[in-house]
């Protein structure tokens, strides 16, 4: 115990790596908060402008369709502007003025600037309005009888059923996940401290090290005890970080605020033992060292979603097997398995294997270090 007490008050002493495990997640996070703190308030529907040619006569049965469309609310789903000038419809389009043209001819077709959520939203009213027509002319053609029950029950659908489909989590906020990949991150610039607990055992590296090299207690076991040291530490600032998230920056975590935090403290023994195999590993200098530590977190919280969100998502889709194995995306993905989805299963199988990596990056330190043998210290 007088051994784990000193290590930390050592690693207290290290200001700079203070400032990068708590300082800095706290700051980068106070931007986070006025970055998207009134985001989800802004957010509010409004109508989509939509440019029509009036150059056919299917336009008028279409025109009249696409202005009584309502969401639940009772708000106009489209905002239909006329133009007889293609040219003029064609400018309002590249400015952004409008979103969409619909012209006719043979059928109606629509022409788009980009494809985004107002165009899809038009395609698709586009597209069942297209179905409609011909489900009617059929049924003209087949049952002329029923055409006007037919017109009824497709008249009483103009109204958008707009459905919120309910998840199991409690945490809807899109913008969550960057507090998600920021408390990752804090776990991760874990290994720089890792990294120094293994310098400190090296005797031809660091003084310290020499010193410990030819001192009567195993090696095992001082290193076994600067790592519980620096985990308590670091599970300490960790706590904070994650607090400082939920009372100041006002980020709800739900019920699983007690998991989140659990995730944390695995990410955290995972990032200390991984940098305990970089200070092995590596050879040479400790600047060397700090800047392997530096750029493995920094691209594992890259790829986890700190500077953009979608990265997850791009890298699912071409390349799975990096979300299944970076510690970064595995804390996300854990934490929004839990706070969005309600899936405590995806969130222990991430844990797990987080807690996996974190184990045998021990072992093979351990391995590495009880190898060493000095000539002379």
Same mark, same amino acid.
């Given at each position: 115990?007088?051994?784990?007490?000193?290590?930390?008050?050592?690693?207290?002493?290290?200001?700079?790596?203070?400032?990068?495990?708590?300082?800095?997640?706290?700051?980068?996070?106070?931007?986070?908060?006025?970055?998207?703190?009134?985001?989800?308030?802004?957010?509010?529907?409004?109508?989509?402008?939509?440019?029509?040619?009036?150059?056919?006569?299917?336009?008028?049965?279409?025109?009249?369709?696409?202005?009584?469309?309502?969401?639940?609310?009772?708000?106009?789903?489209?905002?239909?502007?006329?133009?007889?000038?293609?040219?003029?419809?064609?400018?309002?389009l590249q400015d952004e003025k409008i979103y969409?043209?619909?012209?006719?001819?043979?059928?109606?077709?629509?022409?788009?600037?980009?494809?985004?959520?107002?165009?899809?939203?038009?395609?698709?009213?586009?597209?069942?309005?297209?179905?409609?027509?011909? &489900?009617?002319?059929?049924? !003209? $053609?087949? #049952?002329?009888?029923?055409?006007?029950? *037919?017109? %009824?029950? =497709?008249?009483?659908?103009?109204?958008?059923?707009?459905?919120?489909?309910?998840?199991?989590?409690?945490?809807?906020?899109?913008?969550?996940?960057?507090?998600?990949?920021?408390?990752?991150?804090?776990?991760?610039?874990?290994?720089?401290?890792?990294?120094?607990?293994?310098?400190?055992?090296?005797?031809? &590296?660091?003084?310290?090290? !020499? $010193?410990? #090299?030819?001192?009567?207690?195993?090696? *095992?076991? %001082?290193? =076994?005890?600067?790592?519980?040291?620096?985990?308590?530490?670091?599970?300490?600032?960790?706590?904070?970080?994650?607090?400082?998230?939920?009372?100041?920056?006002?980020?709800?975590?739900?019920?699983?605020?007690?998991?989140?935090?659990?995730?944390?403290?695995?990410?955290?023994?995972?990032?200390?033992?991984?940098?305990?195999?970089?200070?092995?590993?590596?050879?040479?200098?400790?600047?060397?060292?700090?800047?392997?530590?530096?750029?493995?977190?920094?691209?594992?919280?890259?790829?986890?979603?700190?500077?953009?969100?979608?990265?997850?998502?791009?890298?699912?889709?071409?390349?799975?097997?990096?979300?299944?194995?970076?510690?970064?995306?595995?804390?996300?993905?854990?934490?929004?398995?839990?706070?969005?989805?309600?899936?405590?299963?995806?969130?222990v199988i991430n844990m797990v294997t987080l807690?996996?990596?974190?184990?045998?990056?021990?072992?093979?330190?351990?391995?590495?270090?009880?190898?060493?043998?000095?000539?002379?210290?």
């Open positions: 115990m007088l051994h784990i007490k000193y290590r930390m008050k050592t690693m207290l002493r290290q200001k700079t790596l203070l400032f990068w495990s708590l300082a800095f997640p706290v700051i980068l996070g106070m931007l986070f908060y006025f970055m998207f703190g009134g985001i989800n308030d802004l957010e509010q529907f409004e109508e989509v402008p939509v440019g029509v040619l009036t150059n056919s006569d299917l336009l008028e049965m279409f025109v009249s369709m696409m202005e009584e469309v309502q969401t639940e609310n009772k708000i106009p789903l489209f905002r239909v502007k006329k133009y007889t000038d293609r040219k003029q419809a064609e400018k309002a969409g043209i619909v012209q006719g001819g043979e059928e109606l077709s629509l022409i788009v600037k980009k494809s985004d959520n107002y165009s899809s939203l038009i395609k698709t009213f586009l597209d069942q309005y297209r179905e409609n027509t011909a &489900l009617i002319e059929d049924t !003209a $053609r087949k #049952n002329p009888d029923k055409v006007a029950d *037919l017109v %009824q029950a =497709l008249a009483a659908g103009t109204q958008a059923q707009i459905k919120e489909i309910p998840l199991k989590g409690t945490d809807k906020d899109p913008y969550a996940q960057y507090f998600y990949a920021l408390i990752s991150m804090t776990c991760l610039i874990g290994t720089m401290v890792g990294m120094h607990n293994g310098n400190d055992i090296q005797a031809d &590296l660091t003084a310290v090290g !020499a $010193r410990r #090299n030819i001192a009567p207690t195993p090696k *095992l076991r %001082q290193v =076994l005890n600067d790592f519980i040291a620096t985990y308590i530490l670091y599970c300490i600032i960790v706590a904070i970080v994650t607090g400082v998230c939920v009372f100041v920056y006002d980020q709800d975590f739900g019920q699983n605020a007690g998991l989140v935090l659990l995730g944390g403290w695995i990410g955290s023994f995972t990032a200390l033992a991984i940098g305990e195999v970089i200070a092995v590993f590596i050879k040479g200098h400790a600047q060397k060292k700090e800047g392997v530590c530096v750029a493995v977190f920094m691209i594992s919280s890259f790829l986890a979603g700190l500077q953009w969100g979608d990265i997850t998502f791009l890298i699912e889709e071409h390349c799975p097997v990096i979300n299944r194995i970076n510690p970064g995306t595995l804390i996300v993905n854990g934490f929004k398995s839990l706070s969005v989805y309600g899936d405590s299963r995806s969130y807690a996996l990596i974190g184990i045998v990056s021990v072992i093979i330190s351990v391995w590495k270090l009880r190898r060493v043998r000095y000539e002379s210290i």
